[in-house]
Nanobody, 116 residues
Framework: HVQLVESGGDLVQPGGSLRLSCASS????????MAWFRQAPGKEREGVAS???????SYIDSVKGRFTISRDNAKNALYLKMNGLKPEDSAMYYC???????????WGQGTQVTVS
């Protein structure tokens, strides 16, 4: 059983920065790949970035060059550093984990990011 707890969401002005954190626990084989998703009101949830255990990463085009995903396996932590925030980045951000990228079986409760 994997547990994920996000933190770090806040209200920030356009152009500002935030760092989201996700504390995880549970079997490591269920957390081989971890990711950040987001969902804005009235919109579908979208994957923002993912990172595998070996450190390989993937980003959606709209955040490339602005967001950086990282993980500290020793601390069971996942991070998302967000720079150059835009109003369209406003959403609930969720941490997700799974045995392989694209297969996320475990989800956190979310942390709210508002850019205004």
């Amino acid at each position: 059983h994997v547990q994920l707890v996000e933190s770090g969401g806040d209200l920030v002005q356009p152009g500002g920065s935030l760092r989201l954190s996700c504390a995880s626990s549970g079997p490591s084989y269920q957390r081989i790949c971890m990711a950040w998703f987001r969902q804005a009101p009235g919109k579908e949830r979208e994957g923002v970035a993912s990172i595998a255990m070996d450190g390989s990463t993937s980003y959606i085009d709209s955040v490339k060059g602005r967001f950086t995903i990282s993980r500290d396996n020793a601390k069971n932590a996942l991070y998302l550093k967000m720079n150059g925030l835009k109003p369209e980045d406003s959403a609930m951000y969720y941490c997700a984990a799974g045995p392989r990228c694209g297969y996320y079986y475990w989800w956190g409760q979310g942390t709210q990011v508002t850019v205004s």
